[in-house]
């Protein structure tokens, strides 16, 4: 477990990556918004909050009322931030804008932070059909659960208490246990709601509480075994606790190019035997080593071979054929990617690379995860290589490429957007295309 101050990075928020995010879920979510506000004007960025739905009025922050542009850039300008929305002066709440006014607000600030749906102050909710209420645009979404729910009774710590009794099939006088949280805000119709689509993130609050700090770190271990990262902590004393600061957050697929036609090599030199083993299992043995390690991925093997093929399926493998094998490696990688277009990022490797290693693999993922880029590759010297993890925001341009080339052009093209893991050995990066390449 690592401890951290920091709410972002705490719940590994990329402020460049992440520019519109919603909070949803039980009490808590405005001091999150604020909190994090606080953080990212601390790193430069200017902030705007607002509401989908409703929200209380805090008449000391500075306010710019129904949208007013020329209010929002003097906020931004003198304060760093701004609230903005309508406001109630009956209930002393702001309110909603249309979405499109939502779009507009995106582009006067760095950063835009929305409350997506209400709880009542309530620890714990179960959104009803018309909620949470996310803009298309937004790429983040949090789940906020307060801790002070676990051993209570339904009845009293949730909000629309029969909602939540339902979804979980429990009494509503039955208590509130851990497994009932993790199961709230792992599930896509609880707090992942509307998330399917975008990244996603839990934040457990309120473990200031005696023994809540040992029950979230239980709850993040169950929602981790279920590709959902949290993090824990009070936002009223601004300690944050997270299980791993590598935790895998998105579902990655590890894609193995194995249906290449060995022109130069003579002969299939997949097949070639490396110390006893084939070349393309070598490859497979070390991607299989290193998904076990990375977690909330799956492998599928792109090939035409029968043998590769049947031993594939020996080992519970998914495998794809690649019909038109004589396109090149565009063609395998897109047969590939096809299969994957519902994953959050997708890793390449080739398999006539025996000497890459299941730690170089598990690094690039650790490397993607960290730095929040939208690719990632290896890189030794001035080459860059193979293994290269490509989010979804770059499949369409994937699916584009033509002939034998892969996604190094894209690559090249966004060279901002790229974490680079630099390989010692650079015999781990080298492909076999000719026998002599094995001496």
């Not at 894609?255 to 299992?281: D, Q, T, V």
């Not at 299989?288 to 599928?300: L, S, W």
Request: net charge negative; proline share 4%.
């Amino acid at each position: 477990m690592i401890q951290k101050d920091s709410l972002l990075t705490s719940l590994m928020i990329s402020q460049e990556k992440y520019r519109s995010i919603a909070v949803v879920g039980g009490g808590g979510k405005t001091s999150l918004i604020f909190r994090l506000c606080k953080e990212l004007i601390s790193t430069g960025k200017k902030v705007i909050v607002t509401t989908t739905t409703h929200m209380a009025y805090e008449p000391d922050r500075p306010f710019a009322e129904n949208g007013n542009t020329d209010k929002i850039l003097q906020n931004l300008e003198f304060y760093n931030y701004t609230v903005t929305a309508g406001l109630e002066q009956k209930n002393g709440k702001i309110c909603s804008f249309p979405e499109e006014k939502l779009s507009e607000l995106r582009e006067l600030a760095d950063v835009l932070l929305i409350e997506a749906d209400g709880a009542k102050c309530l620890p714990l909710k179960v959104p009803g059909e018309w909620e949470p209420v996310i803009p298309e645009f937004v790429e983040l979404v949090i789940g906020v659960v307060g801790l002070d729910a676990l051993g209570q009774p339904i009845n009293t710590v949730c909000h629309r208490p029969e909602r939540v009794a339902d979804f979980l099939g429990k009494d509503i006088n039955a208590v509130v246990e851990a497994e009932d949280i993790a199961k709230i805000a792992a599930s896509g119709n609880g707090l992942k709601k509307c998330a399917e689509r975008r990244a996603y993130r839990v934040l457990l609050n309120k473990t200031d509480i005696p023994g809540k700090s040992e029950a979230a770190e239980q709850i993040a271990e169950k929602l981790k075994k279920t590709g959902v990262y949290a993090a824990w902590g009070s936002l009223q004393n601004e300690k944050y606790g997270s299980l791993c600061a590598h935790a895998t957050t998105e579902k990655i697929v590890l894609i193995m190019l194995a249906a290449g036609n060995s022109c130069r090599f003579g002969a299939n030199k997949l097949m070639h035997e490396i110390n006893g083993m084939p070349m393309y299992l070598r490859t497979l043995e070390n991607l299989r080593k290193a998904g076990a390690e990375i977690g909330n991925c799956k492998i599928i093997i792109v090939t035409q071979y029968e043998e590769i093929i049947a031993r594939a399926k020996e080992l519970g493998i998914e495998v794809r054929i690649n019909p038109q094998p004589e396109r090149g490696i565009s063609s395998s990688m897109q047969t590939g990617l096809a299969a994957a277009v519902e994953s959050d990022a997708c890793l390449f490797c080739v398999a006539d690379q025996p000497w890459l290693t299941s730690e170089t693999i598990v690094k690039l993922v650790h490397k993607f995860q960290s730095e929040q880029k939208g690719m990632a590759c290896t890189v030794h010297g001035e080459k860059t290589g193979n293994p290269c993890i490509f989010s979804q925001k770059y499949y369409q341009e994937l699916m584009e490429i033509t002939g034998d080339r892969g996604g190094k052009q894209i690559i090249k093209k966004y060279p901002e957007d790229v974490a680079y893991l630099f390989v010692g050995d650079a015999r781990e990066l080298q492909d076999v295309d000719v026998p002599d390449a094995l001496l």
